[in-house]
């Protein structure tokens, strides 16, 4: 086979307000922030079968087979 392509839907997730959180109470911020990606955002990526391709402090970027699994994940 000369190449092949596979479709992927990217989900860019960031949380809003976390530079001022983390200004006012840094140790607090990241704590929650922890217990949010273990407790909730970690967990729904895998039930829409998401795998994380990369993390960066209070941002995410996760790859889908489908746009619909992304969206429903994003939701």
């Given at each position: 086979?000369?190449?092949?392509?596979e479709?992927a839907?990217?989900?860019?997730?960031d949380?809003?307000?976390?530079?001022?959180?983390?200004?006012?109470?840094?140790?607090r911020?990241?704590?929650?922030?922890?217990?949010?990606?273990?407790?909730?955002?970690?967990?729904?990526?895998?039930?829409?079968g998401g795998?994380?391709?990369n993390r960066?402090?209070?941002?995410?970027?996760v790859?889908?087979?489908?746009?619909?699994?992304a969206?429903?994940?994003?939701?």
């Amino acid at each position: 086979m000369v190449g092949s392509r596979e479709l992927a839907a990217i989900l860019a997730a960031d949380v809003v307000g976390f530079s001022r959180l983390a200004a006012a109470d840094e140790e607090r911020t990241l704590a929650r922030l922890r217990a949010l990606r273990s407790d909730l955002i970690d967990p729904m990526i895998a039930v829409h079968g998401g795998r994380v391709i990369n993390r960066t402090g209070d941002g995410a970027l996760v790859e889908f087979r489908s746009v619909v699994d992304a969206v429903r994940c994003a939701l």
